[in-house]
Structures are given as structure tokens and as C-alpha cells.
């Protein structure tokens, strides 16, 4: 049962565009929504996550959009360059009384052109 | 990658060999965890351990075994009952109370031959 489903698998931007990657979700007792973005050979690592509590989180280029009532969330990437061509994972945990587990998106492969 | 370390970063088995991976954190973390990866595909949660001398199968455990003895280290034994071996594994941990991110090592490619 995927929990977290994220779209598109893949998405090629032109550099200085656009990325847009959405993901939804089942479980309301999710309340902390990160994002991970993996280069080819590494772990990921943390992009930038929110809350329930705000409908926006913005860090630099990156922005997060949330939905609560539609239960979805999406990552903006606003002047994509060649340098964030990368997988995105999308991912959800119903925190530490669940010993924080996260349940993750399929993965986004974001190729931006130069 | 800070603060968590995974090795072998290359891991070769032949069939029906047991093999372990390590990962190893100095952040202090209670929790640690480990994923598998496939090409093309999410992170599957296999074990996770809120603290030392407990774990708990996650999604796909059957395969695998790990331990917890100390609360810096989690070892993975991929044992010859595991199907399909071959996959990315990656390593995480977490601080349990108040924190949800996880932060992942670098990993270890298993190829079975």
C-alpha cells in the first residue's frame, strides 16, 4: 500500500524554469512533510520540509506549497539550474510517538537543461 | 553525508553467502534505520531501532537481521534467504523525541554475482 504517491517519475526543465513535483498523501496522522533530494551514488540528504500548521515554506529556491484539506504537497524549484538535476523524494512521518518513521514517495528524476 | 558512515561503499557477495554492512553515526542519535533502494524506485524501510537492544522489522525484513549494541552502531546481515540481495542500502538515524528528520549515510551498493 503506497502511502505517499509522487508525480511525475521524471521531469526535464529548462534551466532558469520552472520544477514543479507534487505529492500526495492517505494517512491524516502525518504531520511533518520532508523533502529529499539524492544525487546518482549518494544518500539523500534534507532539502526542506514543513508542517501542517503552515500552507507555505520557502528556503531559497526551494519552496514547499501544502494542502492540507486536499492532503497534498508539492516542492517548487524556482530558477532550476543544471546543478539541481537530481532524484527528489517526497515522504511523510507521523512523528515520534511512531518512533518517526517516514514513508517516502517513489522518487522524482529532475534533469534541468542547460 | 555528516556524521554517518556506511562501508563497504562496494559490496560484492556470491549466492548463498551471509554479508553484513555497517554504518556507524556520531550524532548521538537514538534511532537508526535502513532502507533499501532499487533502481528507479523509493526507499523501502527494512529495520529501524529506537534504541539499543531493540529493533523492529519494518516493511521488508524478511532476509535480513540486524542488531543494536551500541547506540552508535546498527549493522545489516543480508543472509542467503534474502531472494533478490542486490539493491542500494542505506543507513539513517534520527533523535526520537522532537525530531523527525533522518539523516542518511552515503550508503552501500550489494551486488550478489
Known amino acids: 500500500q503506497q502511502q505517499v504517491k509522487q508525480s511525475p517519475q521524471s521531469l526535464i526543465v529548462q534551466k532558469g524554469g520552472i520544477s514543479i513535483i507534487n505529492c500526495a498523501y492517505e494517512?491524516?496522522?502525518?504531520?511533518?512533510f520532508p523533502w529529499y533530494q539524492q544525487f546518482p551514488g549518494k544518500g539523500p540528504a534534507l532539502l526542506i520540509a514543513?508542517?501542517?500548521?503552515?500552507s507555505e515554506k520557502k528556503e531559497g529556491r526551494f519552496t514547499i506549497s501544502f494542502n492540507k484539506s486536499a492532503k497534498q504537497f508539492s516542492l517548487h524549484i524556482m530558477d532550476s539550474q543544471p546543478g539541481d538535476s537530481a532524484t527528489y523524494f517526497c515522504a511523510a512521518s507521523d512523528g515520534p510517538n511512531a518512533g518517526n518513521m517516514l514513508t517516502f514517495g517513489g522518487g522524482t528524476r529532475l534533469m534541468v537543461k542547460p | 553525508d555528516g556524521g554517518i558512515t556506511q562501508s563497504p561503499k562496494y559490496l560484492f557477495r556470491k549466492e548463498g553467502q551471509n554479508v553484513t554492512l555497517s554504518c556507524e553515526q556520531n550524532l548521538n542519535h537514538d534511532a537508526m534505520y535502513w532502507y533499501r533502494q532499487d533502481p528507479g524506485q523509493g526507499l523501502r524501510l527494512i529495520y529501524y531501532s529506537q534504541i539499543v537492544n531493540d529493533f523492529q522489522k519494518g516493511d521488508i525484513a524478511e532476509g535480513y537481521s540486524v542488531s543494536r549494541e551500541k547506540k552508535e552502531s546498527f549493522p545489516l546481515t543480508v543472509t542467503s534467504a534474502q531472494k533478490n540481495p542486490t539493491a542500494f542500502y542505506l543507513c539513517?538515524?534520527?533523535?526520537?523525541?522532537?525530531?523527525?528528520?533522518?539523516?542518511f549515510g552515503p550508503g552501500t551498493r550489494l551486488t550478489v554475482l
Open positions: 514543513i508542517r501542517p500548521d503552515v
Open positions: 494517512n491524516t496522522a502525518f504531520d511533518y
Open positions: 539513517a538515524s534520527s533523535i526520537v523525541a522532537g525530531g523527525d528528520t533522518q539523516y
